[in-house]
């Protein structure tokens, strides 16, 4: 009969949690939870009770809202008064209250929010071996495929995929493509609703979002690579299609606050431009009125060009902080610093694919 392991966790934390168990579960392990694990007509406490008396370890998935839900500190007091081997697991930083430290503060924790899934897991396994609970390898389709999964899991760590940083760089141009393309289209669609006459032009904008989404999306998916290179194995399609939706939802907003900035810096070069001539003669007045006017598009051009790529920076900043937040639920670990390369590679994509559009779109003018 398959070993079972009881996993205590807050709903919130689902997602995480039923990865945890498949990967347990493919081991050979029998994973407890409270979703799917109580039958209907089972009396709820004493079904929960037997699981935890019954099992071989006790996991405790540690998050902010985990260490304040009363049912996992019942299920915890549980494994401590029955003696069951708790593994206290850091699956998002919290502060742990004095009544769960005093019963788990005496164990080796394992941190999931530190470092790259795999490499936890394998802490884990170590744990459960350790604790005399048999693992069975993972079933891999090949021999190749089992071995390295054996030395992910239960042995050494796995070197760096260099292959996959630089192939999946790819797979988030391809998302940013589809995004900005998504965001571009916005305007025609506006156009259309109002009358606009010159729709046919502005439904090339789809077509060169396309075009600079890719290349910024390039460079953003570099740097995100880069910057997450340990988790280069696990991150896919899953992870890179969040960015479809993102530049679909912040594009258009960031455009609304970059048209309203060059109202803004229309109204500034009027000031500066519009001084009188009360007072002087017909050449100064001229002469006035013409250095005027160059200094006014001199500042209009230097403040919008400035303001404008400070707003571009700022929304991709935003719109990668939006990508960790996806990413750190599927891959749980990442750390601060590493974030913060994802988020400068975002917003420097942004600045490539607002410029590369622009580009496209003069071109495909030029072209029609």
């Given at each position: 009969m398959a070993e079972r392991v009881f996993i205590s966790y807050s709903r919130k934390d689902l997602a995480f949690v039923k990865r945890l168990a498949a990967d347990l579960e493919a081991r050979g392990l029998a994973v407890w939870l409270d979703k799917g694990d109580i039958h209907p007509g089972a009396e709820w406490k004493q079904a929960l009770e037997d699981a935890v008396a019954a099992c071989a370890a006790f996991i405790l998935v540690i998050s902010p809202d985990s260490v304040k839900s009363p049912y996992v500190q019942q299920e915890l007091a549980l494994a401590k008064s029955g003696q069951r081997p708790i593994i206290p697991l850091f699956y998002r930083k919290a502060a742990l209250p004095p009544a769960i430290e005093a019963q788990v503060g005496g164990h080796q924790y394992v941190w999931f929010n530190q470092g790259?899934?795999?490499?936890?897991?394998?802490?884990?396994?170590?744990?459960?071996?350790?604790?005399?609970?048999?693992?069975?390898?993972?079933?891999?389709?090949?021999?190749?495929?089992?071995?390295?999964?054996?030395?992910?899991?239960?042995?050494?760590?796995?070197?760096?995929?260099w292959g996959a940083v630089f192939r999946k760089s790819f797979g988030w141009a391809a998302a940013w493509s589809l995004g900005w393309a998504l965001f571009w289209l916005v305007f025609p669609i506006l156009a259309a609703l109002f009358g606009d006459s010159e729709v046919q032009n502005l439904a090339l904008l789809p077509v060169g979002g396309w075009a600079g989404g890719a290349l910024g999306g390039l460079l953003a998916?570099?740097?995100?690579?880069?910057?997450?290179?340990?988790?280069?194995?696990?991150i896919g399609w899953k992870h890179m299609s969040a960015s479809i939706r993102i530049w679909g939802l912040v594009g258009p907003v960031g455009a609304l606050a970059a048209g309203m900035l060059a109202?803004?810096?229309?109204?500034?070069?009027?000031?500066?431009?519009g001084g009188g001539c009360e007072g002087l003669g017909f050449g100064d007045c001229m002469g006035q009125l013409i250095g005027g006017t160059i200094a006014a598009i001199f500042v209009l051009a230097l403040v919008f060009l400035l303001a404008m790529l400070a707003m571009v920076f700022l929304v991709g900043l935003f719109a990668g902080g939006l990508a960790v937040r996806h990413i750190r639920r599927l891959e749980p670990g990442i750390l601060g610093r590493q974030a913060a390369w994802v988020l400068v590679g975002w917003g420097l994509g942004a600045l490539v694919a607002a410029i590369a559009s622009l580009m496209a779109l003069g071109a495909l003018e030029a072209l029609g």
């Open positions: 790259g899934y795999a490499d936890n897991f394998a802490d884990l396994a170590r744990g459960l071996v350790a604790l005399a609970v048999p693992l069975a390898a993972a079933p891999e389709l090949t021999p190749e495929q089992l071995a390295a999964r054996r030395r992910e899991i239960l042995t050494d760590k796995v070197g760096i995929a998916g570099l740097f995100t690579m880069f910057a997450l290179r340990e988790f280069a194995a696990g109202i803004l810096s229309v109204d500034v070069a009027s000031i500066i431009g």
